[in-house]
T-cell receptor, first 117, second 116 residues
Framework: DAGVTQSPTHLIKTRGQQVTLRCSPI?????VSWYQQVLGQGPQFIFQ???????GRGNFPDRFSARQFPNYSSELNVNALLLGDSALYLC????????????????FGPGTRLTVL | GDSVTQMEGPVTLSEEAFLTINCTYT??????LFWYVQYPGEGLQLLLK?????DKGSNKGFEATYRKETTSFHLEKGSVQVSDSAVYFC???????????????FGSGTQLTVLP
């Protein structure tokens, strides 16, 4: 079975540009979460989407946005890129969002490495 | 808010040595606790988990016990192998009463290198 897939693998942008990252969850998973991992640090939570609705948002500026499609795939958009946005962006999928009182294990993709020059 | 404090790295051990990576957390209620491993160039893989106090998670020779009284979840392995070289992250998912149950909060990671 295919795991979580992300595209592209690597991306180079310049300051001020906009970027779109894509994620396909494991088949049957309805929840997608996005994390930012700056070099040398642990991942930081950006968004969670479940059934196409935003269910959680981390402490990131409005330049960051996301959406989930009817097939449960997801896109993360970042506008007006800053040098500090350079990071590995990780997508994770799970069966549900965890709101029903039990933790749903999150499965991570390989990430998209974004470099902002 | 929730936070995870992890032992600073890097850690370098010889093959077959004993491994301990310390992890303590701050969270309200009863969070779920996890150890993830990240091999070079790859995403995160769940290594083990514990969802209630005194639970012991174990996998591939690694163990960690959820200690509510000391708010700790230290990772241990009795005999490390070269193939265990990776970055290890301690993480928590908040108690449902805290509103942070749907996200993972990670520590800063510990780089482990095992020499033959």
């Amino acid at each position: 079975d295919a795991g979580v897939t992300q595209s592209p693998t690597h991306l180079i942008k310049t300051r001020g540009q906009q970027v779109t990252l894509r994620c396909s969850p494991i088949s049957g998973h309805k929840s997608v979460s996005w994390y930012q991992q700056v070099l040398g640090q642990g991942p930081q939570f950006i968004f969670q989407y479940y059934e196409k609705e935003e269910r959680g948002r981390g402490n990131f500026p409005d330049r960051f946005s996301a959406r989930q499609f009817p097939n449960y795939s997801s896109e993360l958009n970042v506008n007006a890129l800053l040098l500090g946005d350079s990071a590995l962006y990780l997508c994770a999928s799970s069966l549900a969002s965890g709101f029903r009182g039990s933790y749903n294990e999150q499965f991570f993709g390989p990430g998209t490495r974004l470099t902002v020059l | 808010g929730d936070s995870v404090t992890q032992m600073e790295g890097p850690v370098t051990l010889s093959e077959e040595a004993f491994l301990t990576i310390n992890c303590t957390y701050t969270a309200t209620g009863y969070p779920s606790l996890f150890w993830y491993v990240q091999y070079p160039g790859e995403g995160l893989q769940l290594l083990l988990k514990a969802t209630k106090a005194d639970d012991k998670g174990s996998n591939k020779g690694f163990e960690a016990t959820y200690r509510k009284e000391t708010t700790s979840f230290h990772l241990e392995k009795g005999s490390v192998q070269v193939s265990d070289s990776a970055v290890y992250f301690c993480a928590l998912s908040g108690d449902f009463s805290s509103g942070s149950a749907r996200q993972l909060t990670f520590g800063s990671g510990t780089q482990l290198t095992v020499l033959p």
